[in-house]
């Protein structure tokens, strides 16, 4: 008999196989309704989490409460347990660290989207799965680039492919938030950039810390917490110190934390009230109006496809981003594909 793996989502994905349940990046935020798809499904054997986005976690602490085992590495535990206040109880994975949980066996890569993200492939009967979570095959100046893996199926972050993203965009995002730093800082003002904290902050102190002037580097408290952890599972991000010590110095760049979720900006008031700072926001939409380039910690179009062939993957799902126009390309490639948010797939068909 074939044994035949489902594939769906809701509130995370859900991968059934071998009589097992798998659930990837438990969330509410994306997927149409929270319909039952599956008949059943019922507590999953084990969690899996890509990364501390919280489009991919938010829907975690009701697992932990149930005691379902949890994977993810132990960066994200830190900054997942800081959006929860509790301790996530999990096995920490990394870079290369093959596991097998309850008879389900997994190995672990990095994902080069943020500190401890990372993308999973799952050994199964049917076939190799491979879940990225959020992807970047490009690297940036704060992570290296990711690898490419091998495997049957591959869900894969999608949020670049629509609108494509060019090569070109990051480079012109890097510059241009160098222009910005010298100019504010020439001008004897401080550059103030929004950014996310996980990621984005991260990204910008080490483009300011590789300035060729000197400057000091100044976070809100969020952003401040996020570079302390990559600093532990990373690397040293160089200098930079908490906003609340902010004494006005002439070169001075602050990282403020604009919160995707709520878009809080809670730097602190001292610096919002310096008449004569200058800003910017490094977050994708934003800079997309501004400078009509795409910002992202993301693999673009084009290397998703090389991803896809690369790897010999004979389905390719989307996981988040433009799921209705991916399963169309890759059927054109001669790829199984559907958009696991609107059907259960299931593989091989
Ligand atoms: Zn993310
Ligand atoms: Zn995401």
Redesign the pocket.
Known sequence: MINVMKIYFENGLHVLVDGKHVLFDPTTVFGPDHQARVDAPGKPDLVVV????A??CNDLSRHVDAGVPCIMHAATAEIVSRYVNVDIPSLPARHGQKMTVDGIELEAFDAA??VG?LQFKMRTSSGDIVFT??INHDGSMSMEPAPAIAGDVLVI?T?SWNPPASRESSVILLETTRQFIDEAISSGRPAIIYGYP??TAQEMTTIANNMERDVNVYLDRVPFEMNRVYDKHVKQLGKYHEAGDFVPKENSVIVANLSWVKHEMDISSKIRGLARARSMVACGKKLNAMLHVEFS??SRRDTIEKYVGDGGFKAALPF?GDHGAFPLAMYKRGVLSVDPHSGVFSFPG
Not at 50 to 53: E, F, L, N
């Open positions: 890509s990364h501390g986005h489009d991919h989207h943020c993200s979570g959020d972050d949020t996980l990621g910690f993301h988040h």
